[in-house]
């Protein structure tokens, strides 16, 4: 059964219910927004069809005859997927081109019933198709493709393959502490297995940026021999500036790291930064701040790294590819894609070199 057709028929069954364990069916109907002859009418039909007797009443009826041919229906769901981008006139003009007369509304009228009314619908069936058949796709196609790409990164859904393919970073202002001033959190997140790296610092500057990717993160990816190869970032100072003169941008030169910078003015492009902000607030500091006074900045550092290793090991996280998995338990089970992906990168360059020379 349809999502469509278990709302249809909820409320329905949830009125027999109440009557059921309320043993009132005036005050059943008087709870849930029904008249008595609907109740008697609904308990009829459940009596004899089951709940499928209750969606058939809700649901009108096609007129079968009132459609258009099959082979004008099967070119519309063809056009669609061919050309994803058409709206509904213009597939209506296109298929005209072809000597096949439909109106803007039986196109969408068409759509409706095979589920390919919006943009995004019509992208997944084309995907679908490509993946099934294995079909070579068109310039229109890839260019529908590309901008769905473009618009899913700008709503923070960002393209990543293995554990090391793409980090977040960004800046979070925690507070003030007494005696100590401003502090500020630098906050690093693969974006692949949302394992996190923080530090606490009492000013935000390049400095302090770099300083993280060299204290904690760079080590870490040593140590678990992958590369890190691509960052995202705000377009804050910290973060941007001339190469040659800008600490942040200096260490990534050195290290190899290419620098990607979200589209300006849109916080949701680095998500999954603001994401785990708002996790780390709610779960570490409106509480540990209620619980507890801290003196220095080396204090709380402490407890956030208790916080995050928590968070790390043995929290369950609903991020995209880890399946309720713990951030750690996914970077390590998906840790053989990155080095599969290294491989494979380092032979294409070794075959490269060697083709070159023999030139």
């Given at each position: 059964?349809?999502?469509?057709?278990?709302?249809?028929?909820?409320?329905?069954?949830?009125?027999?219910?109440?009557?059921?364990?309320?043993?009132?069916v005036?005050?059943?109907?008087?709870?849930?927004?029904?008249s008595?002859?609907?109740?008697y009418?609904?308990?009829q039909?459940?009596?004899e069809?089951?709940?499928?007797?209750?969606?058939?009443?809700?649901?009108?009826?096609?007129?079968?005859?009132?459609?258009?041919?099959?082979?004008?229906?099967?070119?519309?769901?063809?056009?669609?997927?061919?050309?994803?981008?058409?709206?509904?006139?213009?597939?209506?003009?296109?298929?005209?081109q072809?000597?096949?007369?439909?109106s803007?509304?039986?196109?969408?009228?068409?759509?409706?019933?095979?589920?390919?009314?919006?943009?995004?619908?019509?992208?997944?069936?084309?995907?679908?198709?490509?993946?099934?058949?294995?079909?070579?796709?068109?310039?229109?196609?890839?260019?529908?493709?590309?901008?769905?790409?473009?618009?899913?990164?700008?709503h923070?859904?960002?393209?990543?393959?293995?554990?090391?393919?793409l980090?977040?970073q960004?800046?979070?202002?925690?507070?003030?502490?007494?005696?100590?001033?401003?502090?500020?959190?630098?906050?690093?997140?693969d974006?692949?297995?949302?394992?996190a790296?923080?530090?606490?610092?009492?000013?935000?500057?390049?400095?302090?940026?770099?300083?993280?990717?060299?204290?904690?993160?760079?080590?870490?990816?040593?140590?678990?021999?992958?590369?890190?190869?691509?960052?995202?970032?705000?377009?804050?100072?910290?973060?941007?500036g001339?190469?040659?003169?800008?600490a942040?941008?200096?260490?990534?030169?050195l290290?190899?790291?290419?620098?990607?910078?979200?589209?300006?003015?849109?916080?949701?492009?680095?998500?999954?930064?603001?994401?785990?902000?708002?996790?780390?607030?709610?779960e570490?500091?409106?509480?540990?701040?209620?619980?507890?006074?801290?003196?220095?900045?080396?204090?709380?550092?402490?407890?956030?790294?208790?916080?995050?290793?928590?968070?790390?090991?043995?929290?369950p996280?609903?991020g995209?590819?880890?399946?309720?998995?713990?951030?750690?338990?996914?970077?390590?089970?998906?840790?053989?894609?990155?080095l599969?992906?290294?491989?494979?990168?380092?032979?294409?360059?070794?075959s490269?070199?060697a083709?070159?020379?023999?030139?």
């Open positions: 059964m349809t999502s469509t057709a278990q709302k249809i028929i909820k409320p329905k069954l949830g009125l027999l219910e109440l009557a059921k364990q309320l043993g009132n005036s005050q059943a109907c008087k709870v849930m927004g029904y008595r002859d609907s109740f009418r609904f308990k039909l459940y009596d069809g089951g709940e499928a007797a209750l969606q058939q009443i809700s649901r009108k009826k096609p007129l079968i005859k009132n459609r258009v041919p099959e082979h004008v229906e099967q070119a519309v769901i063809d056009l669609a997927v061919e050309n994803p981008a058409l709206g509904q006139l213009g597939a209506s003009q296109q298929l005209q072809q000597g096949i007369l439909i803007s509304s039986g196109v969408r009228s068409i759509w409706l019933r095979h589920g390919l009314e919006t943009f995004g619908q019509r992208l997944k069936a084309l995907e679908k198709l490509s993946a099934q058949e294995g079909i070579v796709l068109s310039e229109e196609q890839l260019a529908a493709l590309e901008k769905a790409k473009h618009q899913r990164e700008a923070g859904e960002i393209e990543t393959e293995h554990p090391g393919y980090a977040s960004d800046t979070y202002y925690v507070g003030t502490l007494k005696g100590v001033g401003r502090i500020y959190q630098q906050t690093f997140v974006t692949y297995s949302r394992v790296i923080c530090k606490l610092y009492c000013e935000k500057t390049a400095i302090t940026a770099a300083d993280l990717l060299n204290d904690n993160v760079v080590p870490f990816f040593e140590t678990q021999k992958i590369p890190l190869l691509r960052i995202l970032t705000d377009r804050g100072t910290e973060y941007c001339k190469v040659e003169c800008h942040y941008q200096l260490y990534l030169a290290e190899d790291i290419d620098h990607s910078k979200t589209k300006a003015r849109h916080p949701q492009t680095n998500g999954i930064c603001e994401r785990f902000h708002r996790t780390v607030k709610s570490f500091y409106d509480i540990t701040f209620r619980k507890k006074l801290y003196g220095s900045l080396e204090e709380l550092q402490i407890d956030l790294d208790h916080w995050l290793c928590k968070y790390n090991e043995h929290r996280h609903s995209k590819y880890c399946y309720g998995q713990t951030p750690m338990q996914t970077f390590r089970s998906t840790l053989h894609l990155a599969e992906k290294n491989i494979s990168a380092a032979a294409s360059s070794d490269t070199l083709s070159n020379l023999a030139a």
